[in-house]
């Protein structure tokens, strides 16, 4: 059984989550949407700022196989989970739901009584196998592109 570590993010992780969250787009999410979606949600030239600003704006959480970072998510304050991401050679080995286990273990300590996300269709059976279920799908517009993706919910 793969032993799944989880982490604080810290600033030392942030080029490497951005290349881990490259790479997830690129090679896992590829299968369910187009090149020039792919190309719109993951550009290639990432603001290294904003993507600062953003990981250190909540708690985000690293996911670590053997000293390796495999994936990493985040939760908001009012239990949006904004970012879920395994890297694509960590697939299947359980990193999403240790960090989803962590996340959901938080939002309970914390008092929330619900999670909810945005689950691309990549993402969508992760979610549902965790007790997610769809409260509606939905087009959103990036970068001259339209990528379809599903508002989740789970109670706690």
């Known amino acids: 059984m793969t032993v799944v570590h989880i982490r604080p993010y810290t600033p ?3 080029d490497t989550l951005i ?13 369910d949407y187009t090149p020039a979606q792919i190309a719109a949600w993951a550009p290639g ?10 990981l250190l ?20 304050p009012d ?3 904004d970012m879920l991401f395994v890297d694509a050679d960590h697939q299947g080995r359980g990193v999403a739901g240790a960090l989803l286990d ?7 300590d ?8 945005e689950a691309s269709i990549t993402a969508r059976p992760v979610f549902e196998h965790r007790g997610f279920h769809i409260v509606a799908a939905q087009d959103v517009a990036l970068r001259g592109q339209t990528l379809r993706n599903y508002r989740m919910a789970k109670a706690l």
Do not use: C, K, Y
Not at 23 to 31: H, Q, T
Not at 67 to 73: L, M, T
Not at 102 to 108: G, V
Not at 110 to 117: C, D, H, M, N, S
């Open 19 to 31: 290349a881990l969250f490259n790479g997830a787009v690129r090679r896992v999410a590829g299968r």
């Open 45 to 54: 030239t990432p603001d290294r700022a904003a993507w600062a600003a953003r």
């Open 110 to 117: 914390q008092g929330l009584a619900r999670l909810f996300t």
């Open 79 to 81: 239990g949006h989970i």
């Open 57 to 76: 704006g909540r708690p985000t959480l690293v996911a670590e196989i053997e000293g390796v970072i495999a994936g990493f998510s985040d939760l908001e």
């Open 12 to 14: 030392a992780d942030l």
């Open 102 to 108: 962590r996340i959901e273990a938080m939002a309970r």
